[in-house]
């Protein structure tokens, strides 16, 4: 069985021993080495060695064809056990002498295009990142001093299932066409990345901060999302989701400095950051139910009632005790300024925060002025 490298590299999570993997632009890298040095030698190698930024060196397998005045080699992603949709994806190469003696590298098919201002690569160039660029460049210029050649290169990237997992991606809400994005910024895949999902939201952020936007409408996810498009005609890919990651966009947002916010979530998510919980997955922190029933106690709500909501399971349940006791109203009213003023704690009031809380069994439970003043605008 070929080593590539990456088996002594894992981590620990939840218990469990996690893969690493390498990037596609580790891939491109690759089949970019092995076709060129085909094209020198006239022999298409196995393997072929990679450097990562990571300090990892890597053996891939490689496979190709030779054609006329070009070669073809793939190389097969392995994500290792990141949740990564191009896992299993062949990445190929095709390279051929350049006319000028230089190196130059673009993308083919399915490598989508960028349509869309905001991102490293100009309007109209193929979405390769510039680590990933540079590995492929470094992996060429090391064939031609390796060899001692004058000659130069030119590779196309191609991912041929690139156009079909675009649509399971980021890339439409970026302005990417056509295909996926090379990315990478180490080379190497770390299993379950936060780096990845982090790195997508500023991106989203930046790029409409470039086209001069200085209102922005965040849900955590598609609940938000799709509550937000009942309420008002906008398209998907003008709605940015945070995730789990309140606090770190909220800081991303006073960098890009934006003016006006709108939050918009589930009572299920929007409870945490009512008792200052800024990344709201459960593994960081829960208290859904402490928080509203303590709320509901401020609200004016019985002891045995609020006993009850710390019983439930979710807070939709919790919602309906409330609503039962008629107290919904004002309890939803101190979580939202108990929302706000965390929020504007953590981003030192650089921007006017909007706020809608909703549940999908009962509707919005609370919007403040500046919620309803953008939904007015944006309708």
Not at 183 to 205: F, H, K, N, W
């Amino acid at each position: 069985m070929h080593r590539t490298g990456i088996e002594k590299y894992c981590i620990n999570k939840n218990n469990k021993t996690l893969r690493f993997g390498y990037t596609t632009g580790t891939c491109a890298a690759a089949a970019a080495k092995g076709a060129a040095m085909a094209l020198v030698t006239g022999s298409i190698p196995s393997s072929v060695k990679i450097d990562t930024p990571k300090g990892i060196q890597l053996d891939l397998e490689v496979s190709g064809k030779k054609e006329k005045d070009q070669v073809t080699c793939t190389v097969i992603k392995f994500s290792g056990d990141d949740p990564d949709v191009t896992d299993g994806m062949p990445v190929c190469a095709m390279v051929k002498f350049s006319s000028d003696g230089l190196i130059h590298v673009d993308g083919g098919e399915g490598v989508g295009r960028v349509t869309k201002p905001g991102l490293s690569q100009k309007i109209g160039e193929a979405a390769i990142n510039p680590v990933p660029k540079k590995m492929i460049l470094e992996a060429l210029n090391q064939v031609k001093d390796s060899f001692g050649i004058e000659k130069g290169f030119d590779a196309e990237i191609i991912l041929p299932m690139g156009k079909e997992l675009a649509r399971r991606t980021f890339n439409p809400r970026l302005g990417i066409e056509g295909g996926l994005s090379i990315l990478g910024t180490s080379g190497i895949v770390e299993p379950m990345s936060e780096d990845a999902i982090i790195e997508s939201i500023r991106l989203e952020l930046k790029q409409k901060r470039s086209q001069g936007k200085t209102d922005v409408i965040i849900t955590p996810g598609n609940y938000g999302a799709d509550f937000v498009k009942g309420l008002i005609d906008i398209k998907d890919e003008e709605i940015v989701k945070c995730s789990n990651y309140v606090g770190l966009t909220i800081d991303m947002l006073c960098r890009l400095k934006f003016e006006r916010v709108l939050f918009i979530a589930h009572i299920g998510k929007f409870i945490k950051v009512a008792g200052g919980i800024m990344n709201t997955h459960s593994r960081e922190a829960d208290s859904r139910m402490e928080i509203l029933s303590s709320l509901a106690l401020q609200a004016g709500l019985e002891r045995k009632k609020a006993l009850d909501i710390l019983s439930c399971i979710n807070t939709d349940d919790g919602i309906q005790i409330l609503k039962d006791a008629g107290l919904l109203n004002k309890t939803m009213e101190l979580a939202g300024r108990k929302i706000e003023f965390y929020i504007n704690n953590r981003s030192y009031g650089q921007f006017k925060t909007g706020i809608i809380i909703f549940s999908n069994r009962h509707g919005i439970l609370d919007i403040n002025d500046a919620a309803k003043e953008l939904i007015e605008e944006y309708r």
